[in-house]
């Protein structure tokens, strides 16, 4: 699989470097993604469409159709979509133009049960079961984009849910906590759903799994008063947000401290000055960080992803436009900034 993946990466990196006007480098990076299945979990509550002149809902089909757009060149078993509240699915999703249709016909109303129904339409029947089975081909990355804290449920049940699933996975021989990672993006400019994700970038009990990604207007100001100060371009916030949860050069989930601006790297705040988004290494057996000795995804032992020879999540090949173990591959330092 992964030589399969390599023959086609040149020309994909390619074609993406020159579309969203990037490096090659940064271009390359976005090859990690082909060793996923990346789900696209969408808030389709009714503050998206009535909150800020339905901006928000403008924003979140421009980051659909750019992350359909990515995804696809690089996995050629699409993406799947599934919705807070609507039953409608996307499944094998492989161009902007079908995510564009789903989203024409999706009815935005309804509270934000971002917990239930994540366990309830992703995680339980996506991940677990086909772990339990022994079916789940790939390590799953779920891209959440919201506006919003949740709604109808506590504010502690997104967490908890998170780890539940992650221990599971953990407990299991054959694919161990790697095989689990979560993105949450922010649209639209609510303070209290800023305020939640920046405490769930900061659970400790998951905050090896997950990265939070404020929404482009703050992340940006917040970058450019860094020091040097870095121009953000909507392309690389979104490939941060594609890579944050599975790349530590890209990981921004540094907790804050008790000062009022957040920490170097940290969520919403200046980027590090060093090593790209990020920079620092994970726990030991952590996502993108060094691999422990024994079993599951990430892991040395055989059969797990991340085994030496063939299995997900080894180092990338040489040809083909990968990036090498030694430029932010899994478990290796960050590379330095591009930007």
Request: with cysteine; hydrophobic share 30%.
């Amino acid at each position: 699989m992964l030589d399969q993946i390599a023959a086609r990466a040149a020309q994909q990196v390619s074609q993406l470097a020159a579309t969203w006007r990037i490096s090659p480098e940064i271009a390359s990076d976005i090859v990690k993604l082909a060793l996923y299945d990346v789900i696209l979990y969408i808030d389709d509550s009714g503050s998206m469409q009535f909150e800020e002149n339905g901006e928000r809902i403008d924003d979140l089909k421009l980051i659909l159709s750019r992350v359909a757009y990515a995804t696809s060149l690089f996995d050629e078993d699409g993406i799947q979509v599934r919705f807070m509240n609507s039953p409608d699915q996307g499944n094998n999703i492989r161009s902007e133009q079908q995510v564009t249709e789903m989203i024409s016909r999706t009815r935005f109303s309804g509270l934000t049960p971002m917990g239930r129904e994540l366990d309830n339409k992703i995680l339980r029947p996506l991940v677990l079961q086909n772990a339990r089975n022994g079916t789940l081909r790939k390590p799953v990355l779920v891209i959440t984009i919201t506006d919003g804290q949740p709604t109808g449920e506590s504010s502690g049940d997104v967490a908890r849910i998170i780890k539940n699933a992650s221990d599971e996975l953990a407990r299991n021989p054959r694919y161990g906590k790697g095989a689990l990672a979560f993105q949450f993006a922010q649209v639209g400019n609510d303070l209290k759903a800023r305020e939640f994700l920046s405490k769930l970038d900061e659970e400790p009990t998951i905050g090896d799994i997950i990265d939070c990604t404020s929404n482009y207007e703050v992340e940006a100001d917040e970058m450019s008063r860094a020091n040097p100060p870095v121009n953000l371009s909507p392309e690389l916030w979104l490939i941060k947000l594609l890579l944050g949860s599975i790349d530590s050069s890209y990981d921004t989930k540094d907790e804050k401290s008790s000062a009022p601006r957040p920490p170097q790297g940290g969520y919403g705040g200046p980027p590090p000055t060093q090593g790209g988004y990020g920079g620092g290494y994970p726990p030991q057996g952590g996502y993108g960080g060094p691999p422990p000795q024994q079993g599951g995804y990430g892991q040395q032992g055989p059969g797990g992803y991340g085994q030496q020879q063939g299995g997900y999540g080894r180092p990338p090949p040489q040809q083909g436009g990968y990036p090498s173990q030694q430029q932010g591959g899994y478990g290796a330092p960050p590379p330095p900034p591009r930007y």
